[in-house]
Antibody, heavy 122, light 108 residues
Framework: QEQLVESGGGVVQPGRSLRLSCSAS????????MHWVRQTPGMGLEWVAFISHDGSNKDSADSVKGRFTISRDNSKNSLFLQMNSLRPDDTALYYC???????????????WGQGTLVTVSS | EIVMTQSPATLSVSPGERVTLSCRAS??????LAWYQQKVGQAPRVLIH???VRAAGVPARFSGSGSGTEFTLTISSLQSEDFAVYYC??????????FGQGTKVEIK
């Protein structure tokens, strides 16, 4: 069964750092581009960051650019999100999401993890 | 940035009814649109991609249509398990996905 499991969330003070992990099972992460998406009651679903299948291309939302870094270790079937200089408005449920291989150019997600909660509060 | 606008915000319906949800893009996104269903405490699950292609395992009562800036998700006969929040997502401007704010389908 294909599965993504996030971990690493928790309560952290403003200005501190946190590293999220996403572990893949039931499939080989190497073949897939991956994203991080966060969700809050007020803002809904917000795309955070992207990384290509081999890690050669990355991008992130303006709201996190310069503070968050996406990376991957395909040998460990894992995806990461290093979050620095955290702010209260980074509080959210963070999901990792796999981009489908249905056809080139069809960049929807066909698999999501259950999410890990990050709370930024003093 | 492409803005995705969904309507209505909430829909109160009875089981067996036909349901139509709308999604509008702020600019032309061709057919680069997906619909997701999210139930309480669960992750989003793709229902429709490329505007009208039903994802694997999705019941035939779900259908999608539209292109350009106007899109629709239709549930032909609402079942009890379909009460959830539905999101549209554009992937035309990639890799920066943007999502609509969601439509909650609740029991009337």
């Amino acid at each position: 069964q294909e599965q993504l499991v996030e971990s690493g969330g928790g309560v952290v003070q403003p200005g501190r750092s946190l590293r999220l992990s996403c572990s893949a099972s039931g499939f080989t992460l190497t073949s897939y581009a991956m994203h991080w998406v966060r969700q809050t009651p007020g803002m809904g679903l917000e795309w955070v960051a992207f990384i290509s299948h081999d890690g050669s291309n990355k991008d992130s939302a303006d709201s996190v650019k310069g503070r968050f870094t996406i990376s991957r270790d395909n040998s460990k079937n894992s995806l990461f999100l290093q979050m620095n200089s955290l702010r209260p408005d980074d509080t959210a449920l963070y999901y990792c999401a796999r981009e489908s291989l249905w056809r080139p150019g069809s960049h929807f997600s066909d698999l999501w993890g259950q999410g890990t909660l990050v709370t930024v509060s003093s | 940035e492409i803005v995705m606008t969904q309507s209505p915000a909430t829909l109160s319906v009875s089981p067996g009814e036909r349901v139509t949800l709308s999604c509008r893009a702020s600019q032309n996104i061709r057919s680069d649109l997906a619909w997701y269903q999210q139930k309480v405490g669960q992750a989003p699950r793709v229902l429709i991609h490329d505007a009208s292609v039903r994802a694997a395992g999705v019941p035939a009562r779900f259908s999608g249509s539209g292109s350009g800036t106007e899109f629709t998700l239709t549930i032909s006969s609402l079942q009890s398990e379909d009460f959830a929040v539905y999101y549209c997502q554009q992937y035309n401007v990639w890799p920066s996905w943007t999502f609509g704010q969601g439509t909650k389908v609740e029991i009337k």
